[in-house]
């Protein structure tokens, strides 16, 4: 049955690989691209204020380009980035996890797709391993490794 081989975590764990290993291809190639995630998985630092993030819907679309392309980083387990959000272009570090990743898209082609995104279960609170302090330490990695924050952390 398809659910059997979506809640595999070997399954998931192949569709993680392979959503880091395209993202790495189109960095290499200086390709602008669109993430849609489910929103579950998403974190934002510092938090979206609520007037804007309860217009997101559960897979949202984060377009990656100009300057929100260039601050991308990826590490073992996600992709982050900075984004502006709302009128007030109120800017935040957004991390998200591979398995999060619904689609990659390049313009309005669809380069991807990751069913493992939409199993309820692995977006659940302790599956994440999501407590704030986790998430905090995965947001000053992230932050960290992008080469031109080296020195503003100690």
Do not use: C, H, W
Not at 12 to 30: A, G, N, P, S
Not at 46 to 75: A, E, H, N, Q, R
Not at 86 to 94: I, P
């Amino acid at each position: 049955m398809i659910l059997d081989i979506l809640e595999d975590v070997n399954y998931r764990k192949m569709m993680e690989k392979q959503i880091k290993d395209i993202i790495v291809y189109l960095l290499k190639q200086d390709e602008e691209f669109s993430l849609t995630a489910n929103i579950k998985g998403v974190q934002f630092n510092p938090k979206i204020p609520s007037i804007i993030s309860d217009g997101f819907s559960k897979f949202t679309m984060f377009t990656l380009s100009g300057y929100t392309y260039s601050t991308i980083t990826v590490s073992n387990d996600y992709i982050s980035f900075e984004a502006g959000f709302g009128e007030e272009n109120f800017g935040s570090l957004v991390t998200v996890p591979f398995y999060a990743i619904f689609q990659l898209v390049i313009n309005d082609s669809i380069l991807l797709v990751n069913p493992t995104a939409t199993v309820d279960k692995y977006f659940l609170e302790e599956n994440q391993g999501n407590n704030e302090e986790n998430s905090q330490k995965r947001s000053k990695n992230a932050f960290s490794m992008n080469p031109k924050n080296k020195g503003l952390i100690k």
